[in-house]
């Protein structure tokens, strides 16, 4: 979601997807690099 919301239109902060993943944004960062240089 993260990623996505990134590149589109729509914007969500960090902050936002990691509170309702239950991640931090620390996690989210890492997995979302992981995740793109995957694709």
């Given at each position: 979601?993260?990623?996505a919301?990134k590149?589109?239109a729509i914007?969500?902060?960090?902050?936002?997807?990691?509170?309702?993943?239950?991640?931090?944004?620390v996690?989210?960062r890492?997995?979302?690099?992981?995740?793109?240089?995957?694709?």
């Open positions: 979601i993260y990623i919301a590149d589109g914007r969500r902060t960090q902050s936002l997807v990691a509170d309702v993943a239950k991640i931090t944004e996690t989210l890492s997995r979302a690099k992981q995740i793109k240089l995957r694709l």
